[in-house]
């Protein structure tokens, strides 16, 4: 989730709790436990493009390293402002640590993926209710936690946290149907596939990317829901196979590790780009719900695949009329 929500959701929670006397004080912990996982985005290397997909929503991110992570969050706090405002250390650590606890929960419930139990899984809990950046969730939350501050008050507190939890079960509602619309669609196509996943567009509910799988093929395609439900037809792209798509790969060299890595990453949604040679892209993601146009991917190099790793690509590419086709479909029109 964007750091704005992530530090709003985690004064909130500290806030809702809190004497008023108090509110400023857990608004500032809380903000500063709700951010600080995701300092591990400075795990990075220039050899190896891939470190970071593999440590950003990892251990700071497990649910089993809430308590060292709010220390560490209260160690900085301290240090800098606690002592010489004598601040309690515990009632630091119990503010950090709320604000904290909401980070990992926040997250999976996007579509990235969340290392909820690591090290004792690497599953990536992926729970698809809401985009990873979405006003209607952040603006009234933000709204109510400055509220709480100024008026030293808890009840604009819980009630954020009680709108952030409605929406996210509306989140969870519009998630469903979604699916229920894909399968329906899938099978107008005579495909009856195991899984239609269903993700939220960009800063919305009611625009929704579905994905399934029928045999070797991939298909994307949006929804919209409302009323008056529409279906936007999409793009099909061949599973990545490969032994079909790269058949110069050596299934031992670092490249093919690699691509592995991307694999886990992606939740195994690889194909090869249409497009591009020796590239392949994740096809969770597009500006445009209904198509198969990555945002990122990683590209292969058949000259260096034992010496030098993949190189990873982000893409924000898109034609002079997509904001307004997107608007289109947020709001059922036809294209």
């Given amino acids: 989730m964007d750091p704005v ?6 004064a909130a929670l500290p806030q809702s709790v809190a004497r008023p006397a108090r509110a400023g004080l857990a608004m500032l912990c809380g903000v500063a436990g709700g951010m600080a996982p995701d300092l591990d985005v400075v795990i990075r290397s220039a050899d190896d493009p891939l470190l970071f997909l593999e440590y950003h929503r990892q251990f700071t991110h497990s649910l089993i390293f809430i308590p060292m992570g709010a220390a560490l969050v209260t160690l900085a706090l301290w240090g800098l402002w606690g002592r010489r405002q004598q601040w309690p250390w515990q009632e630091i650590y119990l503010y950090s640590a709320l604000g904290y606890a909401t980070h990992a929960l926040l997250d999976a419930c996007t579509s990235y993926g969340t290392l909820l139990f690591w090290p004792f899984s ?15 969730l952040t603006l009234p939350l933000l709204l109510l936690v ?9 009840w604009p507190a819980v009630v954020g946290m009680s709108w952030v939890v409605a929406y996210l079960s ?23 596939p195991a899984v239609v996943e269903a993700k939220p567009s960009f800063a919305n509910l009611l625009l929704w990317k579905t994905i399934y799988r ?16 529409v279906i936007y037809p999409g793009s099909t792209v061949p599973v990545l196979d490969l032994a079909r798509d790269f058949p110069w790969l050596n299934r031992n060299s670092l490249q093919a590790q690699d691509v592995e890595r991307f694999r886990w990453f992606s939740m195994d949604y690889l194909a090869a780009d249409p497009r591009f040679p020796n590239r392949i892209i994740d096809i969770r993601y597009s500006l445009l719900p ?16 034992n010496s030098r790793h993949v190189d990873y690509l982000v893409s924000r590419e898109r034609g002079p009329d997509t904001v307004s086709r997107l608007w289109k479909m947020i709001k059922g029109l036809p294209l």
Avoid: C, K
């Fill in 170 to 192: 509306m989140g969870v509602l519009a998630r469903d149907a979604a699916q229920d619309m894909g399968r329906q669609l899938a099978a107008s196509r005579g495909h009856s």
């Fill in 214 to 229: 029928e045999q070797d093929q991939y298909y994307v395609d949006a929804v919209r829901l409302g009323g008056d439900a």
């Fill in 146 to 154: 400055l509220a709480a501050r100024i008026f030293r008050r808890r």
């Fill in 290 to 305: 209904n198509e198969i146009r990555p945002l990122w991917s990683i590209q292969l190099d058949p000259r260096a695949q």
């Fill in 122 to 136: 690497d599953q990536r809990f992926a729970w698809n209710n809401v985009s990873i950046i979405d006003p209607l």
């Fill in 5 to 10: 929500t992530q530090g709003t959701l985690g």
